[in-house]
């Protein structure tokens, strides 16, 4: 089954900074890369997606890049507020048909100080 | 209107009882999942159905017993809690015969066995 692996799981930086998550994959036919946040006490909320056939996704402040060669793909959060300070979990899932399922990283707590 | 909605949100029982979660969305997705989070924070997938089919059922002690009535609810029962199954409990929905992989989460089940 699928695999994945986040770095760091803690990450802490001045408001203004940029913030970079990482994570691979094990299984070379996934082709769906969500990124959720999880704010204390809160549901998980999509944040952004990226599909296989893309290599790089932008929304305003977050980005995601996709290295399907390397089984990488990471979130980049540019001017990061206080407001950003998060759980932000990424994951990774093979969809054929309706029988997809997403693998979650285990999750890295940002913490963003004002 | 809430989009995934699940029942109770805190549920505090002891060992050995029976207990259920209901999960109902009006999203009209087609496709209903259950995660575990424990203390760590790690999102574990155990059951996604797919218009009412149970088409995921990961590595579960059997005494966790999904059932989808249609395909706008999902329900869990759990028999003969142990204190392991603390946690919190997702709910998630998402649209994947539209091609619409993201999950929408439902607002979680804590789950306290004393």
């Known amino acids: 089954g699928e695999n994945v692996e986040q770095h760091p799981s803690t990450l802490s930086v001045q408001e203004g900074d940029s913030a970079v998550i990482k994570c691979t994959y094990s299984d070379s036919a996934s082709n769906y890369f969500p990124w959720y946040k999880q704010e204390l006490g809160k549901r998980p909320q999509l944040i952004i997606d990226i599909r296989s056939n893309v290599g790089e996704k932008k929304d305003q402040r977050i980005a995601v890049t996709l290295n399907k060669t390397a089984k990488h793909f990471s979130l980049h959060i540019t001017e990061t507020q206080p407001e950003d300070s998060a759980v932000y979990f990424c994951a990774a899932s093979r969809w054929d048909t309706n029988a997809g399922k997403s693998t979650f990283g285990d999750g890295t707590t940002l913490t963003v100080k004002p | 209107d809430t989009a995934v909605s699940q029942t109770p949100k805190y549920l505090v029982t002891q060992m050995g009882n029976d207990k259920s979660i209901k999960c109902e969305q009006n999203l009209g997705h087609d496709t209903m999942y259950w995660y575990k989070q424990d203390s760590k924070k790690f999102l574990k997938i155990m059951f996604s159905?797919?218009?009412?089919?149970?088409?995921i059922n990961e590595t579960v002690p059997n005494r966790f017993s999904p059932k989808s009535p249609d395909k706008a609810h999902l329900n869990l029962h759990i028999n003969s809690l142990e204190l392991g199954d603390s946690a919190v409990y997702f709910c998630a929905s998402s649209n994947a015969d539209r091609g619409r992989w993201g999950y929408t989460f439902g607002s979680g089940t804590r789950l306290t066995v004393v």
């Open positions: 159905y797919n218009n009412k089919e149970l088409i």
